[in-house]
Nanobody
Framework: QVNLVESGGGLVQAGTSLKLSCTAS????????MGWFRQAPGKERQIVAAISREGAKTWYVTAVKGRFTISRDNAKNTLYLQMNNLGPEDTAVYYC???????????????WGQGTQVTVSS
């Protein structure tokens, strides 16, 4: 069993930044491809960014390219999402996810965090 705990969400104004963190426990963190997903009200959950097990390779959805940066610290069992130049369209619940079977570019998470709310006011 893997426990993923997100933190760092909040209410911010458009144009500002937030950094989300996700701390993992239960299994070897470096054995998992990791990703951030988000779900806006009335919409399906979608992947935002993903990172390979060693952290060398990343993937982003077009909407966040150049604004968001995913990273990980395997020594600290922690995943990060640096979000810059936030806009109201980024308002959503953000979820951390782990895939111990597949690859970062085709994530099918085995485990999910509980989510953290990000609200961006215009």
């Amino acid at each position: 069993q893997v426990n993923l705990v997100e933190s760092g969400g909040g209410l911010v104004q458009a144009g500002t930044s937030l950094k989300l963190s996700c701390t993992a426990s239960g299994r070897t963190f470096s054995n998992a491809a990791m990703g951030w997903f988000r779900q806006a009200p009335g919409k399906e959950r979608q992947i935002v960014a993903a990172i390979s097990r060693e952290g060398a390779k990343t993937w982003y959805v077009t909407a966040v390219k150049g604004r968001f940066t995913i990273s990980r610290d395997n020594a600290k069992n922690t995943l990060y999402l640096q979000m810059n130049n936030l806009g109201p369209e980024d308002t959503a619940v953000y979820y951390c996810a782990a895939d111990y079977v597949g690859n970062y570019y085709r994530m099918k998470p085995n485990y999910w965090g509980q989510g953290t709310q990000v609200t961006v006011s215009s």
